[in-house]
């Protein structure tokens, strides 16, 4: 499958569907907060000290955070953020992840009004390429455009606007679908618009901005959303 930094060389795009694969299908948060809980065994760890320090870190510095957090010493930083990172490839390869039935019917909104689907996401190669021929992502019309130097927990503004030089897109009349708080603001200050979904780890944020936030992905009706984006822009 080829990524945003490949040619495109299809006529230029005005308008697309962009949504956050890491978190949205591939259920990143969950699966740190599970390998987390096998790294630090003998403690309680909860949700809530996944919202408070590991949102918006890499693996080294979510372990460095979290030790900080419980007061203890358990192993390098580095060596613990191997055991994360070889926790996470695991649920890649073996992990139940399927693209659900809410986002296809988003995504057929989508191809429907003949809006390109990509998918962001900061996953190694490896993984990726893997995860996306088992789930068909090419048979859905998703492409991937990736970012960052892997496991980076969000979309920076830098990735959604080399993503709308790279393929031509333009932002005021996309769509993006986040989950956090800081993808979302880096989604608007790249000129897109955004739907919010989120997660049990973000629900607390502060979404203010956005087209809409919304509980599940079944009530992204996506023709009201996109006649909004056009009245703005």
């Not at 403690?43 to 007061?71: C, F, N």
């Not at 003949?114 to 859905?140: H, N, Q, S």
Request: with cysteine; glycine share 6%.
């Amino acid at each position: 499958m080829k990524s945003s930094s490949e040619s495109n060389p299809e006529s230029p795009r005005t308008a697309a569907l962009l949504f956050e694969f890491d978190h949205l299908v591939a259920n990143m948060r969950e699966a740190t907060l599970d390998v987390l809980k096998t790294i630090f065994e003998d403690q309680d760890l909860q949700p809530l000290h996944l919202s408070r320090y590991a949102l918006s870190a890499t693996p080294q510095k979510v372990i460095e955070q979290i030790q900080t957090a419980l007061g203890i010493k358990k192993g390098t930083p580095k060596k613990l953020a191997d055991e994360l990172i070889s926790g996470l490839r695991m649920h890649l390869e073996t992990g139940n992840i399927q693209v659900s039935d809410e986002l296809r019917d988003v995504i057929v909104q989508a191809r429907e009004r003949e809006m390109p689907v990509y998918a962001l996401t900061a996953l190694p190669e490896g993984p990726r390429e893997i995860l996306g021929d088992r789930l068909d992502l090419p048979g859905l019309g998703i492409e991937y455009s990736a970012f960052g130097n892997q496991w980076e927990p969000y979309p920076r503004a830098d990735a959604w606007l080399k993503m709308c030089k790279d393929h031509e897109l333009l932002a005021p009349v996309s769509l993006a679908l986040t989950t956090s708080m800081a993808a979302t603001k880096a989604a608007m200050t790249a000129g897109v618009h955004c739907v919010a979904i989120p997660d049990r780890f973000t629900a607390f944020q502060d979404f203010s901005g956005c087209q809409a936030v919304v509980d599940s992905l079944k009530e992204i009706h996506l023709g009201d959303v996109l006649k909004q984006n056009y009245a703005s822009a």
